[in-house]
């Protein structure tokens, strides 16, 4: 059982910037991804970044190459979600999640094997 504590989320105008947390309980788990979802109302939960946490490899969805960059302190079991040039279109609950690496390249939230609480993030034009 792997826990995810997440936070940093809050409310900015375009263009600015938040950071994302999700402290893990252990990254030593089955699946070898973590990384962050998001889902709007009335929208599918969609993937929006994973890092591998053995060998640092990175996948990010289209909308968030370039503007968001995905880190981790291994010494802390701890993973970043820096967020910057921010849209309104990014508004969304953010959660973070732990699930083998083709469950984020395919956007699979159903396959996820452990998340995080949401944490919200509103951009306001």
């Known amino acids: 059982e792997v826990q995810l504590q997440a936070s940093g989320g809050g409310t900015v105008h375009t263009g600015g910037s938040l950071r994302l947390s999700c402290v893990a309980s252990?990254?030593?788990?089955?699946?070898?991804?973590i990384g962050w979802f998001r889902q709007v109302p009335g929208k599918e939960r969609e993937v929006v970044v994973g890092?591998?946490?053995?060998?640092?490899?990175?996948y990010y969805a289209d909308y968030a190459k370039g503007r968001f960059t995905i880190s981790t302190d291994n010494a802390k079991n701890t993973v970043y979600l820096e967020m910057n040039d921010l849209k309104p279109d990014d508004t969304a609950v953010y959660y973070c999640?732990?699930?083998?690496?083709?469950?984020?390249?395919?956007?699979?939230?159903?396959?996820?094997?452990?998340w995080g609480q949401g944490t919200q993030v509103t951009v306001s034009s």
């Open positions: 999640a732990a699930a083998w690496w083709f469950h984020f390249v395919g956007s699979k939230p159903q396959f996820v094997d452990y």
């Open positions: 252990t990254f030593s788990f089955g699946a070898n991804t």
């Open positions: 890092i591998a946490v053995t060998d640092g490899d990175t």
